[in-house]
């Protein structure tokens, strides 16, 4: 596989794991008796991701990776804040649910991307 689309394939799965995991954490789930975020299983990807960029492009590409995903979940926070925002059609009746599922990940967000860029920053170094 070429190096770029070896950083483009790696990028995206670290890239995705981090939204979907952000998207999920809202939910908690019973795993045989313990409860956790339905997030912990997808966000335990990232840390594998993250170490194969580092052991296969370097350093600096996993950093930019990093901040890179940090970026990303806000941007997507913040746009799930407009999106709550933004007055819904007459007939669309699913305001209240969209607001509740949708309109934690911002807090979610905020919450989690201090402890990921200091996790992931210092374990990548």
């Not at 990028?11 to 954490?25: N, P, S």
């Not at 950093?63 to 007055?87: E, I, Q, R, S």
């Not at 989690?112 to 992931?120: G, K, N, R, W």
Request: hydrophobic share 55%.
């Amino acid at each position: 596989m070429k190096k770029t689309n070896l950083v483009i394939v790696l990028t995206a799965g670290y890239l995705l794991c981090q939204i979907i995991a952000d998207v999920t954490a809202s939910k908690m789930v019973d795993l045989f008796g313990i409860y956790v975020p339905a997030a912990v299983f997808i966000y335990a990807l990232t840390f594998t991701l993250r170490d194969v960029v580092h052991k296969q492009l370097g350093k600096q590409q996993a950093v930019f990776m990093v901040l890179t995903a940090g970026g990303v979940n806000v941007l997507m926070a913040a746009y799930f804040m407009f999106t709550v925002w933004l007055k819904p059609a007459p007939f669309w009746g699913n305001q209240e649910a969209y607001n509740l599922i949708l309109g934690v990940v911002p807090r979610v967000v905020g919450a989690s991307i201090l402890a990921e860029m200091v996790s992931e920053l210092i374990d990548t170094e």
